[in-house]
């Protein structure tokens, strides 16, 4: 007699449990109100993270403030935000200090995906980065000529290997922007983007609990307006300096970044007339001062560090690795010769040139944790990520998982 009931209460609790909802959002450390995860904040590194993943796997939610964060290290999940989900997940994450320090998102990194990141994307593929540029970047060869002559005069004397590295990629890169400088000119631009990058990675609260804003704790808007008011000081001058020289001399080869910018600007003046309510003209590719200013500000940023890093690691790990420098030695030997200079035209040939870089891509990521905001209510997993949700991808967790890598911290 007992059995019918005893049946019936086991399917309905089956019934149930098989209903449990799954939970809204992945597993991850727990909270506290209002703030979540913000006592985490020193964490948040790509080191620190993988260490977390240990715990709260491939893909853990965190709550800074009142914004949804998404640490993803599962290879499946990264390649659904990366490629498969690209356009849900097509944002960059913008702090205040970026929106301000980008004129209010007038550049290409951070304009939010649409029509005008877009336009922005074929002015950078068309004019900055053509084919033609880059065989015509001769001050290249010229700074680097100017690394190794510098090098050869001090044989046998200590060299700081690291400086040096970042002299050149930042030489070249103020090059391609602006064209030759004075030495005082280069200082001051590089103190202005050493602000402009400590502005970039300061924490300010109001990021992510946002009416405390007003307050200004950390002293950083004051530091915002005069960080970009020096930028402006600045470019300004060599914005009127290149438009000056574009009156004088009629410029069929442009010779820098400005000069390019400004040669677009002027042909897209002739077929649209100007918007100069906004920054964001959605049909035409006219670029104001600011669009000018903040491209070139992505270019600085994007090029110089992530170079830089690069060429270090690489001398690094080849100097822990005798076998492979000796290797790579012979190779260049053998395509280069040790009388010349390595260009464009031996690239091919040098296929374990091309490994050790990889190599050093896979340990050494410049940018190893990749940062991506959603624009629409999507999900991973099964999990829901709420539009305007952060994701951080640890490209360097990634890159040396053992389940992944066979002797994932080897070369
Ligand atoms: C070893 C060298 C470099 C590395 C490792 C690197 C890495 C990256 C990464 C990881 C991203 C973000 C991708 C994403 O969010 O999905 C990115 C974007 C970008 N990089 Fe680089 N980069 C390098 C060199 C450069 C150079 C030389 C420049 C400029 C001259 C540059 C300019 C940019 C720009 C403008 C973006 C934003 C593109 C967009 O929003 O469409 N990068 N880079």
């Known amino acids: 007699m007992m059995a019918l009931p005893i049946t019936v209460f086991l399917l309905v609790l089956v019934f149930l449990i098989s209903r449990r909802r799954k939970p809204l959002y992945p597993p991850g450390p727990k909270g506290l109100p209002i703030i979540g995860n913000m006592l985490m904040m020193d964490q948040l590194t790509h080191h620190g993270l993988a260490k977390l993943a240990e715990t709260y796997g491939g893909l853990f939610h965190l709550r800074m403030g009142f914004r949804h964060v998404f640490a993803i290290t599962s290879p499946e999940v990264a390649q659904q935000v990366l490629q498969v989900q690209d356009i849900s997940f097509?944002?960059?994450?913008?702090?205040?200090?970026?929106?301000?320090?980008?004129?209010?998102?007038?550049?290409?990194?951070?304009?939010?995906?649409?029509?005008?990141?877009?336009?922005?994307?074929?002015?950078?593929?068309?004019?900055?980065?053509?084919?033609?540029?880059?065989?015509?970047?001769?001050?290249?060869?010229?700074?680097?000529?100017n690394m190794v002559r510098s090098l050869s005069s001090n044989v046998g004397k200590p060299v700081n290997v690291g400086e040096l590295i970042f002299t050149l990629?930042?030489?070249?890169?103020?090059?391609?922007?602006?064209?030759?400088a004075c030495e005082t000119e280069?200082?001051?631009?590089?103190?202005?983007?050493?602000?402009?990058?400590?502005?970039?990675?300061?924490?300010?609260?109001?990021?992510?609990?946002?009416?405390?804003?007003?307050?200004?704790?950390?002293?950083?808007?004051?530091?915002?307006?005069?960080?970009?008011?020096?930028?402006?000081?600045?470019?300004?001058?060599?914005?009127?300096?290149?438009?000056?020289?574009?009156?004088?001399?009629s410029v069929d080869e442009d010779t820098d970044m400005v000069d390019d910018l400004l040669a677009f600007y002027n042909e897209e003046e002739k077929l649209v007339s100007e918007d100069s309510s906004t920054n964001r003209n959605k049909n035409s590719v006219k670029l104001t001062r600011d669009n000018i200013k903040a491209l070139v500000m992505d270019v600085m940023f994007g090029g110089t560090e992530t170079m830089a890093s690069g060429i270090e690691w690489a001398l690094t790990e080849l100097l822990r690795n005798p076998d492979e420098l000796k290797r790579l030695q012979q190779e260049l030997a053998?395509?280069?010769?040790?009388?010349?200079?390595?260009?464009e035209t031996h690239l091919e040939k040098l296929t374990f040139l091309k490994?050790?870089?990889?190599?050093?891509?896979?340990?050494?990521?410049?940018?190893?944790?990749?940062l991506h905001e959603a624009i629409e209510d999507t999900k991973l997993q099964g999990f829901n990520v709420p539009k305007g949700s952060r994701v951080m991808i640890n490209a360097f967790a990634i890159a040396r998982d053992p389940k992944l890598w066979v002797d994932p911290e080897d070369v």
């Open 334 to 343: 053998e395509v280069v010769g040790l009388d010349q200079r390595v260009d």
């Open 90 to 145: 097509s944002n960059r994450p913008v702090t205040i200090a970026i929106n301000y320090l980008t004129y209010d998102l007038a550049d290409m990194a951070f304009a939010p995906y649409g029509p005008f990141w877009r336009q922005m994307r074929k002015v950078c593929v068309m004019k900055v980065f053509s084919r033609r540029r880059a065989e015509s970047w001769a001050s290249v060869r010229d700074e680097v000529n």
């Open 355 to 370: 490994c050790t870089l990889k190599e050093t891509m896979r340990l050494h990521p410049p940018i190893p944790l990749i």
């Open 186 to 249: 280069q200082d001051e631009f590089i103190r202005i983007l050493q602000e402009f990058s400590k502005l970039f990675g300061a924490f300010n609260v109001a990021d992510f609990i946002p009416f405390l804003g007003w307050f200004d704790f950390h002293g950083i808007n004051k530091r915002l307006v005069k960080a970009r008011n020096d930028l402006d000081g600045f470019i300004d001058e060599v914005i009127d300096e290149h438009m000056k020289k574009r009156e004088i001399i």
């Open 169 to 180: 990629t930042r030489n070249i890169t103020y090059r391609a922007a602006f064209g030759g």
